[in-house]
């Protein structure tokens, strides 16, 4: 089945076809998170949609080399300037570790670290994110556990980002001002601007961002962007041609994208993925930066953002509280799984509205999907007349994916197709060609993108703070009573129910339930 995808370079959606279409092969590299601090829900966001459109690649058939960064260098408190400005984050993080270390609110497996050294604070946040990637299931994460250079750290790159601007400078791309600080020229490069629409005469005019007054007058335009900084008295810092110093955030992903991904194609590779926020300046520097350097006409083929995701109709804010990490909302009584889904659900060009509501929602969908491959895996030898719902709803589900990733279409199938599994339709009743395990698989190939099912049984596995047993004996109690038309008995399981945490909800195939998460 074809894919179609919105393309943010060319502004449509787009056909997908991979460089190599003959090869099925499909490079893509997913900017990372920065390793300052723990990521947070909406960063997952972004992450998460990586990964299921890296899933719905891999369900339509092709290959695909993932690459995922850990930024462990580049970024100042003064980001938004070009010039490197501010002071240096990981030195930041390090001193909210050190706070952290003498109030005792360190994580008991964090061992001994030093938060005076970089590393081990970038060593700290990179062993968080694996963790939490893992428990929401980003595939990234199993091939990192085979070839740990697919989640590479720019700290180890620094010698081919000298080389990139060795090269830069060479071909009259970059420049050394007189500041000591070396500069991209994007009047050099006529296509600055074609990713996100600040051309150079935008941002002259101050339509394209905040520009550094001090800056301006070293620089031969006031969108040129940093490579190279000389400072000595940086806390991470590497000899270079131009001084001791530290390189531009931008050049990080050129380089480890080029260097993993782009070797056969002279750098170029198929999809580049990132948050919206990360159109501009970041992608355009890294086109920019690519195409000056390999002399294409494209870095990635495709462009894929996510749009921000945002908590309970608010902007994600430090002074808010509303910064969830994925270890908040498990502290709260949430599954990995819940929050995997919940962060995926709403299409990733429309802005998400992250809701406690809206993970028990998802919670209980889950629910009903784990009964129903339980189900189907008890009767998977049974026959059936014809294809069963979820065989018959699978090119449906697929279509959808394949339409820009059209998440809700997909789960709308996949609801309706569930719905059909009724009673009425139990095996007992047929005897014809069509078996239950077509079913069992139809429903495990959804799950290969939706990705909750596996997650949803490797954590009841591990659900040690509720009594499943007692839950299940409950919900018996209370249908039996139902079915005795004995509501106040029935209302009564309810409530032992709810004081033990649990939510219960009535589904044509059974009664789900799942945990309550509160605010
Ligand atoms: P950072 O670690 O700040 O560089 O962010 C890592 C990724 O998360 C980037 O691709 C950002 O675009 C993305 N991101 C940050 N905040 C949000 C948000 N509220 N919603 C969706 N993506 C986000
Ligand atoms: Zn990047």
């Not at 900017?31 to 990586?50: M, Q």
């Not at 010039?83 to 240096?88: H, K, P, T």
């Not at 026959?383 to 809700?408: E, K, M, V, W, Y």
Request: glycine share 6%.
């Amino acid at each position: 089945m074809t894919l179609r995808l919105y393309n943010t370079l060319t502004k449509k959606e787009e056909e997908f076809t991979p460089l190599d279409p003959e090869s099925k092969r499909v490079t893509f590299y997913a900017c990372g998170p920065t390793v300052y601090d723990y990521a947070h829900i909406g960063n997952f966001r972004s992450f998460l949609n990586a990964d299921v459109l890296r899933r719905v690649l891999e369900l339509v058939g092709y290959d695909v080399k993932q690459v995922m960064n850990m930024t462990d260098v580049g970024h100042m408190t003064d980001d938004e300037l070009a010039d490197g400005a501010g002071q240096d984050k990981m030195q930041v993080a390090g001193q909210r570790l050190l706070e952290a270390k003498k109030a005792g609110t360190l994580p008991t497996d964090a061992g001994e670290i030093d938060p005076t050294d970089p590393y081990a604070v970038a060593d700290f946040y990179v062993h968080a994110f694996i963790e939490d990637s893992r428990k929401l299931g980003l595939k990234i994460i199993a091939d990192a556990d085979k070839q740990p250079e697919l989640m590479p750290r720019p700290t180890r790159y620094v010698e081919q980002m000298i080389k990139l601007v060795e090269k830069l400078i060479e071909n009259d791309h970059a420049y050394v001002a007189s500041d000591g600080v070396v500069y991209f020229s994007v009047q050099s490069y006529p296509a600055y601007g074609e990713l996100s629409g600040n051309t150079p005469d935008k941002i002259r005019s101050g339509e394209g961002g905040r520009v550094d007054e001090k800056t301006q007058l070293v620089k031969k335009h006031p969108a040129d962007f940093m490579l190279w900084k000389p400072d000595a008295s940086h806390v991470m810092k590497w000899p270079s041609p131009w001084g001791e110093g530290y390189p531009g955030w931008h050049l990080e992903c050129s380089v480890m994208a080029v260097s993993l991904l782009g070797q056969e194609t002279n750098g170029v590779i198929d999809i580049h993925s990132g948050g919206e926020d990360n159109i501009f300046p970041h992608h355009e520097c890294e086109v920019a930066q690519t195409c000056c350097s390999t002399g294409e006409s494209h870095f990635a083929r495709y462009w894929f953002h996510t749009r921000f995701l945002i908590v309970e109709n608010q902007k994600m804010s430090k002074s808010k509280g509303n910064f969830y990490t994925l270890n908040d909302l498990l502290a709260k009584g949430a599954s990995p799984a819940a929050v995997r889904l919940e962060l995926i659900k709403t299409h990733y060009r429309s802005q998400s509205n992250f809701t406690f509501r809206g993970l028990t929602d998802s919670q209980r969908q889950i629910d009903r999907w784990a009964r129903l491959k339980t189900w189907l895996e008890t009767n998977k030898n049974e026959s059936l007349n014809q294809p069963g719902p979820l065989t018959a709803a699978l090119p449906a589900f697929i279509a959808a994916l394949c339409n820009d990733l059209n998440i809700s279409g997909a789960i709308g199938v996949l609801n309706d197709a569930a719905s059909k599994h009724d009673v009425a339709n139990s095996p007992e009743n047929s005897k014809g060609k069509f078996t239950y395990a077509a079913e069992l698989d139809a429903l495990n190939q959804m799950d290969s993108v939706l990705g909750v099912l596996d997650l949803q049984q490797s954590a009841s596995l591990s659900d040690t703070d509720v009594d499943v047993k007692r839950i299940e004996e409950l919900i018996e109690k209370r249908n039996a009573a139902r079915s005795s038309k004995d509501w106040k008995e029935a209302d009564r399981v309810r409530d032992e129910l709810v004081d033990m945490g649990i939510a219960i909800k009535d589904n044509p195939t059974g009664t789900t339930w799942s945990k309550i998460v509160s605010s």
